[in-house]
Each structure stands twice: as structure tokens, then as C-alpha cells.
């Protein structure tokens, strides 16, 4: 009778640390929303003369990055199958934005005297307004996920500058501005990274995330001053490339 009783109780116990087991295994599969904090690096490089017109083409492409903080609120859904947890997950971000400004010189055509040199200024602002991403992970160990994304990024930017002619031959403190651009446009640009999320608990997240993004060209139509000694049609636009990089660090449930 003992021995029976402690073999019952034994299987008992074995049966409810499986059980126990396989309760601590994280269900990844359900709805789940988050909320985290970013920094986003952006990469601008912008050309006042894409089209090559004669007084302009000697000037050098303008460039500069900047960081700067932002917050943003996720709203996605994932699903197990077996080892494989795919989703899809809409985020929308606040806050932040980043302004870069650069000037660069170049002759008025090629081996001119030094003070034939044009400038030019540019001024670019960069504010990220969202991702949609789906999003492929594996389990690793019982809580954790890691795995990638791909998918599209919402951002506006704003591109403006001005370029300006040789220094006065009779005052060299004074330069004529001889043209100028100014645009603001939404742009739309793939995006790839990289995720970790942890589960505590039933519902709590934490994640990390890297993304990379390349926006779309945004452009901005030049307007060339009414100046006597250029007697010629320009119809051209300045392009400005953009490139984000983002690191996210958030919390989360799934309900």
C-alpha cells in the first residue's frame, strides 16, 4: 500500500512538473501593443544640380547625419507555426525630428580662378512618421524571440538652400545670390532590422530593435534670380537621398 502511494504520488509529481513545464513555455500567438523610445540617425546627401546646367555643375554634393530622440506607440499581431512565429506590426512615431545643414564651394567651370567660385547652402529636416513591417522570428529558449523585419517607412522631409555666385570682383566681402529651392514632401521607403523581444509572465514585453531605411528622393524645384549676366532658361530641381538608421528599446503587452 506505501509503495503504491508513493509511486502514485511520484507519477502525480513528474506529471505536474511537465505541466508546469509546459505552462512557463511564452505563447507568442495573439494581438499585442507597445509603447518605446528611439534614436534615429539620419543620413543626408543632397545635390543642388542633378540635371548638370552649365553655372552649376561644378558644385559638390552636400552632406550630414544627425541623431535625435523620439517616441512611438506599436500595434501588431504575431502567429506560431511550430518553430516559426510570423506577424505584422504598424508603428506610429512622435516627437523627434532631425535638421542637417551644409554649404560646399565649387568653380564656375572647370580651371577657373579661384574667385569664380560658386557656394551653395542646403538645409534638410527629416521627420519620421512611421513603419508598417511583417516581421519573421524564432523562439529562443522559453521567453525569448529573435528574428527580422521588412517593410516600408513614412517620413517627411523638408529640403531648402540657396546658391549663391562669385565673390564681388570690387568688394570681395559681398556674393550675389544667384538662385534658390525650397520643398516639403512625404516620403515612402523600404526598411529592414533586426528584433529581440522578451516575455515576463503571461502578457509583459520587452524588445529591441535596429532598423535601416533608405527614403524615396525628395526634390525641390530651383528658382534662378533674374540676374543680366546669365540669359538662359533653367528648369531644374535640387534632390535630397535620405537614409535612417533607428535603435528602439520598448515595453509591450499581448493580450
Do not use: C
Not at 509546459?22 to 518605446?36: F, I, K, P, R, V
Not at 545670390?177 to 528584433?195: K, L, M, V
Amino acid at each position: 500500500m506505501f509503495k503504491r502511494t508513493l509511486i502514485a504520488l511520484g507519477t502525480l509529481g513528474v506529471t505536474a512538473a511537465a505541466q508546469a513545464a509546459e505552462e512557463a513555455q511564452a505563447d507568442w500567438t495573439g494581438l499585442y501593443m507597445g509603447l518605446g523610445i528611439e534614436t534615429t540617425k539620419a543620413k543626408v546627401s543632397v545635390n543642388p544640380d542633378p540635371s548638370g546646367i552649365i553655372l552649376f555643375d561644378n558644385l559638390e554634393d552636400l552632406s550630414g547625419n544627425k541623431a535625435d530622440w523620439a517616441g512611438a506607440i506599436q500595434f501588431g499581431f504575431r502567429k506560431e507555426f511550430g518553430k516559426l512565429v510570423l506577424g505584422a506590426e504598424l508603428e506610429g512615431i512622435f516627437g523627434g525630428g532631425r535638421t542637417i545643414a551644409d554649404s560646399t564651394d565649387g568653380l564656375l567651370f572647370e580651371d577657373a580662378p579661384d574667385f569664380l567660385t560658386l557656394s551653395s547652402e542646403a538645409t534638410v529636416s527629416v521627420k519620421p512618421k512611421g513603419r508598417m513591417v511583417g516581421t519573421v522570428e524564432v523562439p529562443i529558449g522559453k521567453h525569448f524571440l529573435i528574428g527580422g523585419e521588412a517593410g516600408f517607412t513614412l517620413a517627411t522631409t523638408s529640403v531648402s538652400g540657396d546658391i549663391y555666385g562669385p565673390y564681388n570682383f570690387f568688394d570681395p566681402t559681398i556674393r550675389e545670390h544667384w538662385a534658390s529651392y525650397s520643398d516639403t514632401s512625404n516620403q515612402i521607403g523600404g526598411t529592414y532590422g533586426i528584433r529581440a523581444t522578451a516575455k515576463v509572465g503571461k502578457h509583459m514585453l520587452i524588445t529591441a530593435r535596429y532598423t535601416f531605411a533608405k527614403l524615396g528622393t525628395a526634390t525641390a524645384p530651383v528658382t534662378l534670380d533674374e540676374l543680366e549676366i546669365i540669359d538662359m532658361p533653367v528648369v531644374q530641381a535640387a534632390e535630397a537621398v535620405t537614409k535612417l538608421e533607428s535603435f528602439r528599446l520598448g515595453v509591450g503587452y499581448q493580450f
